[in-house]
């Protein structure tokens, strides 16, 4: 329900002002051959997050099975609420042989997710030395750049000494009964497999190159697809939008995040100006989401047919590991 009261509020504000004359001679006049190198642009993206993926998996899974499995993930992502797909990923992985553990599969989301903040904060950045932002927007990009370095430090900190997390485990465990009906030391065992790919350093290294690839990869595309509607193009303004739209995908909304996605381009544009007009910038804003999807859904779809998979059976795969992740094993 909030997820719709959402969604409406940024279509209300996205639509409030369009100028429908305006927006038929936008489109008759965009340059659309643009779209072919912007999707060219995304797949290499995608790539590149499948090669971190498998890094950070500890190059447990081939590199093809793991840029499907991904695909899967992202366009079931952009279909369900609360981050299904990434459950999705999970399931997918432990049909590999040898099986991927959840949990490990789970400790690579979150080091994805550390890395994609730090990636989307470097982005504000750029913005931020040609042209001013919104407060508020400041205010995300600084809290977002404070909790994902903390993130990312610790994840680090913790791969590299095992012996010290077992031990703030059995401090927690010692002190809250309740926590001793799980078989919490397996599964941060499992976790720590999966932030062990950090502790080595030139896999740090890696990842973080292949994070900087495909973050670069998508501001590319988004500056050549700015030529669809505008003359000239801007990376400022292209780091900025595309970093806004990356938070609007965090907010409660509904499918693929429709209406916010698109009201945070068009506040983005607005914001070093270059939502004059606003209907064009709407239809710019339309444009992105499209392309994103359109990617997305096409590689979801091959990656489908890739693991021979039906929709059936990974509903019930993320049914099982969702009340794997929710209840854990009891001990016998």
């Not at 789970?106 to 407060?135: H, K």
């Not at 698109?262 to 710019?284: C, K, Q, R």
Request: with cysteine; glycine share 8%; aromatic share 12%.
């Amino acid at each position: 329900m909030l997820g719709l009261v959402v969604s409406l509020a940024a279509f209300y504000f996205v639509a409030s002002e369009i100028d429908f004359d305006r927006l038929g001679e936008a489109i008759q006049q965009a340059q659309w051959i643009y779209i072919v190198p912007c999707v060219a642009l995304l797949v290499a993206g995608l790539v590149t997050r499948g090669l971190r993926w498998r890094l950070l998996l500890n190059n447990t899974l081939p590199f093809k099975r793991a840029f499907h499995i991904m695909n899967v993930a992202y366009l079931v992502n952009g279909v369900l609420p609360l981050r299904i797909g990434e459950v999705a990923r999970m399931f997918l992985a432990t049909r590999a042989d040898p099986p991927v553990p959840i949990f490990q599969t789970a400790s690579t989301i979150i080091i994805e997710r550390l890395l994609d903040l730090l990636a989307v904060v470097m982005l504000l950045a750029l913005a931020l030395t040609v042209g001013p932002l919104p407060v508020e927007l400041q205010g995300v990009g600084l809290f977002m750049g404070i909790v994902s370095l903390s993130g990312f430090l610790g994840a680090v900190f913790l791969s590299r000494r095992r012996t010290l997390s077992h031990s703030i485990l059995g401090f927690f465990t010692e002190r809250i009964a309740f926590l001793r009906r799980f078989t919490l030391v397996e599964w941060l065992d499992q976790f720590l497999d999966g932030l062990e790919p950090l502790a080595k350093g030139r896999t740090l290294i890696l990842a973080l190159f292949w994070t900087a690839a495909s973050w670069g990869f998508s501001v590319v595309a988004g500056y050549v697809l700015m030529y669809t509607f505008y003359d000239e193009a801007s990376w400022a303004v292209t780091c900025l939008y595309i970093a806004a739209a990356a938070f609007a995908i965090a907010v409660p909304a509904t499918v693929a995040s429709l209406g916010v996605y698109e009201g945070a381009i068009v506040l983005a544009l607005e914001a070093l100006n270059y939502g004059d007009p606003h209907t064009v910038a709407v239809a710019f804003a339309v444009t992105v989401h499209f392309v994103n999807v359109a990617v997305h859904s096409i590689t979801g779809v091959i990656g489908f047919i890739s693991e021979g998979i039906t929709l059936e059976q990974l509903s019930a795969g993320v049914e099982t590991a969702r009340k794997e992740m929710k209840v854990g094993h009891e001990p016998g």
